[in-house]
């Protein structure tokens, strides 16, 4: 129940331990091609370029920002937590200027602020974080697309934590770069980033003037492997591949929109719950991620002695706060397969009775009684 | 059998079918203390700085290049197959200008061709291939890391096909940087590179002018992750490394020295049947490698349909040839589990039955005569 990896289910973790096949035999091609199907699906995109990077979720950031950028280049990056941070990092290290837009932590990016990023430049992509994992913030996406394409400049998208949570509607929201992670809402173990390329994006890439400086992640050279002509490129990691395939058909067997409104559901039972307690969760209200629940820390507890007890007395791990936030939220993730009332259940008890014991007058009664579903 | 993945023992399959525990789960914690201690052993090292890179192998040649490289430092790379070519290209996509030593494909890099790529040049590092995977060719390092210290560079070495096929010293040869991938001799499913950085490295990384290229990379934050800090950096693909665990742990067991003489036996017992049968090895004689074994294919044979027919007839996957070799070898791999007695009969048997069926005159029975274990 932290910030992820989710629970993984069963036979996910079992897909991984069939006999490797090797990165170009027929049959794991065929596997390639029903992954990218079913990527599509998952993100909502006709997009060709859809697979699995072989890295884990950053790789996958690494990826879009690589292939878009080359010295020089503006970009604007929304931040308002550790990832639109580590964005602005990634892209100035792909020789990007970077015009950064900051909102406090816990809050969204907002479309007025996209408006003053844009002003008096001529970034060719702006990138924002959906569902930042830091904060529990969830940024609405539509208007600020539609003003980063009416300023011609491509849209990057950070859906790590997004995918398979809540809606992400690539197609619809006109987003021309995204990448996410197995290890959040896919229930799948982290190793593999999912990435998806329009195909604006797709001809940024191959139209540079500049080698991408990553080979390992060069579009243009895993084309050749994810595409038609199956050219080796790298190994590609077959058994996080079988995890992954399991995965989606898991997400797809559940459906899209019955998986949305579980992880709503249990988000809005751990709220009741909590608010029941007398405690308040940290994110903007209105814009609360359903998958990643940011509890503020009242004064006077030691968050990490909470956390602690609670992975060492109940077996179950938390996330502590990052950056300016250390110290003052717990991080509760409700990802995937974790995602179910149980879980929460056993969260708020063994939470409020740690709370109690540390000295907290919560009242841990009221939150049970409230912890129900609908 | 072919140039890996190699066959997983079922203890290591089985291992990722474990529940996934977080990346700063205390038990995480104290796993990768043991990995890192393990790869300490197999690559016969003392550096601090040996672990497993999130990614596959050409994701840790990336990670040696990226991190020991800064715009306009010269390097001077062996070239005598495809992955002294990806060494220069992902060297040049760094920034650097690579100063070639070619030899033709099949043949090693002597130490008289460094001694001339290093004439008149004052390269930060020089870059080899211990065992060329796309060749069958293993280059002696020993001479060539001295010459390469005394003109005062970082040695750096491709081990991703040698490690724990054959002797891979890391510190007896004084090699600075070395990579390598889990799904050769290591016998795991790729999906992570073994890296190892000297104390020499490791201070030129942390005294850069520049910062790396690559955030995902970055030695100097991930430093902070696999060392003593515990910083997160990204999250750890969990599964891939319970694998590589119990992978070490097998080798460990067996013991180098004998899974060394291991590899070997199966390569002469492939070697005596092979040139029983008339036909020949690629690679230059006294430098084939043991784990990867370049055969010729005779005059009018298409090399395609005999490795066809010997997977959907026999379920036995061979490579073919790259680059200038595509349609001149086949590359049977005996590689970690993969390389066992009962497995080189098995092939020879099958090999020789449809090289027979094409309209080779090759003597099949002298080849199973000759198959024997000395």
Redesign the interface.
């Known amino acids: 129940m932290?910030p992820?990896?989710s629970?993984?289910p069963a036979s996910v973790?079992?897909s991984?331990?069939?006999?490797?096949?090797?990165?170009l035999?027929?049959v794991f091609v065929s596997m390639m091609e029903e992954l990218k199907g079913m990527l599509r699906e998952v993100f909502h995109t006709a997009n060709e370029m859809t697979f699995p990077v072989?890295?884990?979720?950053?790789?996958g950031m690494?990826f879009c920002f690589a292939n878009l950028i080359e010295p020089g280049d503006e970009v604007v990056i929304g931040i308002n937590g550790v990832f639109g941070m580590?964005m602005a990092?990634?892209a100035?290290?792909?020789g990007a200027k970077v015009i950064k837009v900051e909102s406090p932590w816990g809050t969204i990016i907002t479309p007025q602020q996209i408006v003053a990023g844009l002003e008096g430049h001529n970034p060719k992509l702006v990138a924002i974080v959906h569902a930042e994992t830091s904060t529990g913030a969830l940024t609405p996406v539509e208007e600020i697309s539609r003003l980063v394409h009416d300023a011609g400049a491509l849209f990057v998208l950070d859906t790590v934590t997004s995918l398979a949570g809540c809606p992400v509607l690539v197609d619809a929201w006109g987003v021309d770069a995204v990448y996410s992670?197995t290890?959040k809402c896919l229930s799948c173990?982290?190793?593999l980033s999912p990435v998806s390329l329009s195909a604006r994006a797709l001809e940024v890439a191959s139209r540079r003037k500049t080698?991408?400086?990553?080979?390992?992640l060069d579009v243009n050279l895993l084309a050749a492997y994810w595409g038609q002509d199956r050219v080796?490129?790298?190994?590609?990691?077959?058994?996080?591949n079988y995890?992954l395939h399991e995965a989606l058909r898991l997400v797809l067997e559940e459906g899209l929109e019955a998986r949305w409104q579980r992880h709503a559901k249990s988000h809005r039972m751990l709220k009741r719950a909590i608010e029941a307690m007398g405690l308040s969760f940290a994110a903007q209200t209105g814009h609360q991620l359903w998958q990643l629940n940011a509890i503020s820390v009242p004064l006077g507890i030691d968050e990490a002695v909470v956390r602690r007890r609670l992975?060492v007395e109940d077996g179950i791990?938390i996330g502590a706060g990052?950056g300016p936030l250390k110290g003052k939220i717990w991080r509760v993730g409700l990802m995937g397969a974790t995602s179910t009332e149980e879980n929460v259940r056993r969260f708020v008890a063994a939470f409020g009775r740690i709370l109690k014991g540390t000295g907290s007058d919560c009242d841990v009664e009221a939150a049970l009684s409230a912890c129900t579903s609908e």
Chains 1, 2 share one sequence.
Not at 54 to 59: D, E, K, N, V
Not at 211 to 216: E, G, H, L, N, R
């Open positions: 932290g992820g990896p629970d993984v973790l079992l991984m331990a069939r006999p490797v096949l090797g990165h035999d027929p072989s890295g884990t979720g950053s790789a690494e580590r990092e990634v100035s290290r792909c992670g290890q173990p982290p190793g080698k991408v400086q990553s080979w390992y080796y490129h790298h190994t590609a990691p077959i058994s996080m995890a992975l791990e990052l």
